[in-house]
């Protein structure tokens, strides 16, 4: 049993020995680990290590990717979402997502944070609160407060990323998964997206990939590092950067490893 990585409470997501394999490729190989209440995990690694397959085997994302073949176990408040009668549509809504590019959509601002709430026909009278909750925890509602009929599209980058936020955030997840969120987006709006991550970490399990080690050392708790599809090394931000245990990790957080193939079976 691995060690949680953040929170004394049980873990709300557990993985257990996972396997991804695409036809010859092994993209995940053999992973364990847990994630706590109110924590923010970085998951880092260089490109191709298999971090953004990871993170979307934890809501079934991974899944809309053909020929892919997941084994193991994925525990969310110990049930396994992969089991058969497990809907995927209700772990997406416990598991939510945040993509690299923001996507918005072409109505407005109000309707692109409410977008998850129609498609499980929330009540109507629910929606108003839950959309001004979630743009208010992603840190948005002050920009938009008085113009929320205004077009999504309008927006700037930065913005429509943590539009993006509050529409996952409107369906009341428990855990927030964030791809390289701000891998798009200029310094100040990385800056507005990181301050958010730090106030959304307290109630939240965010589980972050990123590529950039010193967004990991602002926004995270704990750091897990993988490698050809393997955890290498997990532990609290400040002991892995400061003390790694392992070479790889050294080399990769003074930039000595760009790029890696995946393994291969």
């Not at 490109?47 to 053909?66: D, H, I, Y």
């Not at 176990?73 to 997502?97: H, S, T």
Request: charged share 25%; glycine share 6%; hydrophobic share 45%.
């Amino acid at each position: 049993m691995s060690t949680p990585l953040a929170g004394t409470s049980e873990p709300v997501i557990s993985v257990r020995n996972l396997f991804v394999r695409a036809k010859k490729k092994v993209l995940i190989n053999d992973l364990s680990l847990d994630f706590g209440s109110a924590s923010l995990t970085a998951v880092i690694g260089p490109s191709g290590c298999g971090k953004t397959t990871f993170v979307r085997t934890l809501n079934r994302m991974v899944e809309m990717t053909p020929d892919l073949m997941v084994k193991g176990q994925v525990l969310y408040l110990g049930q396994d979402i992969y089991a058969p009668k497990v809907n995927p549509v209700m772990v997406r809504r416990r598991i939510g997502m945040v993509f690299q590019r923001p996507t918005v959509f072409p109505t407005s601002i109000f309707e692109n944070a409410a977008f998850g709430l129609r498609l499980v026909h929330e009540e109507e009278g629910k929606i108003d609160a839950a959309v001004t909750a979630g743009l208010v925890q992603a840190g948005l509602w002050d920009e938009v407060k008085d113009d929320l009929d205004r077009p999504a599209l309008s927006l700037s980058g930065g913005q429509q990323q943590r539009l993006c936020i509050a529409r996952v955030l409107a369906v009341q997840p428990k855990v927030l998964l964030m791809d390289e969120p701000c891998s798009a987006l200029d310094p100040a709006a990385v800056q507005r997206v990181e301050a958010t991550m730090n106030f959304l970490k307290r109630e939240y399990v965010i589980i972050l990939v990123t590529h950039n080690v010193g967004q990991a050392a602002r926004v995270s708790d704990r750091i897990a590092v993988l490698s050809a599809g393997r955890l290498v090394e997990q532990g609290a931000t400040a002991e892995v950067l400061e003390r790694p245990r392992e070479k790889f990790t050294e080399q990769f957080i003074t930039g000595r490893i760009e790029t890696q193939a995946e393994a291969t079976v």
